[in-house]
């Protein structure tokens, strides 16, 4: 998404330990239009396939699935990082691995939210290494559920998580894959 590429291009930077912030647009900052705006862009890419949510983690991953699940029209499920008192009865958990934070957390989505009968959209804000796509992923088999494919608003495609889950079949959709950070960023050409 041409729009896309341009905004990080202009407010992204790029962090020691290969992060690229870009919180005035997305991550603590969101531009709200424009969000929207990507939502519509993944339902553009996913045209034609049945789904009847959206699953993302909290917090990064909340608005682009908002967006996501309204331009959609489908619920939002959002899984919780920590069983905590508002989390209660039966649930899918799943470890994921944080590359920015160099540590596992366990990701946790009631019972009551996602069962056999759902075609799961997966969403994030960005996709790295792919753990966090595969803790959905995982809480969909627990399901019983579908998995239509992935989507991530920015996905680093030199860490190689989406490459990865390209390869063992999924649809894997980001709205700018950067190629490389290193001498200004460059961007994988997509159609
Ligand atoms: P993965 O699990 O694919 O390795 O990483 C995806 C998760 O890590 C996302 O949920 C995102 O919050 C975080 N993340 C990974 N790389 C970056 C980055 O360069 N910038 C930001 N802001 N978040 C990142």
Do not use: W
Not at 38 to 52: A, D, H, P, Q, S
Not at 66 to 86: D, E, I, T
Not at 91 to 109: C, F, N, Q
């Amino acid at each position: 998404m041409r729009e896309l590429e341009e905004k990080i291009a202009r407010e992204g930077k790029v962090l020691p330990g290969n992060v690229l912030k870009v919180g005035s647009f997305l991550n603590q900052q969101i531009d709200t239009a424009f969000t929207m705006r990507m939502g519509e862009e993944v339902k553009r890419l996913f045209e034609g396939r049945e789904i009847t949510k959206v699953l993302t983690v909290e917090a990064s991953g909340i608005a682009f699935a908002f967006a996501v699940s309204v331009s959609l029209g489908v619920p939002m499920v959002f899984a919780k990082k920590h069983a905590s008192a508002n989390v209660s009865g039966d649930l899918y958990t799943a470890s994921v691995y944080s590359y920015t934070h160099k540590t596992s957390y366990e990701i946790v989505v009631s019972k009551d939210y996602i069962s056999s009968e759902d075609k799961l959209l997966l969403v994030d804000d960005f996709l790295a290494n792919g753990n966090a796509l595969k803790g959905m992923i995982e809480i969909a088999n627990q399901a019983g559920a579908e998995v239509v494919g992935c989507s991530s608003a920015i996905e680093k495609g030199y860490q190689g998580g989406g490459d990865e889950l390209r390869a063992r079949g999924y649809k894997v959709e980001s709205l700018a894959i950067v190629e490389s950070m290193e001498n200004g960023l460059v961007f994988r050409t997509q159609k």
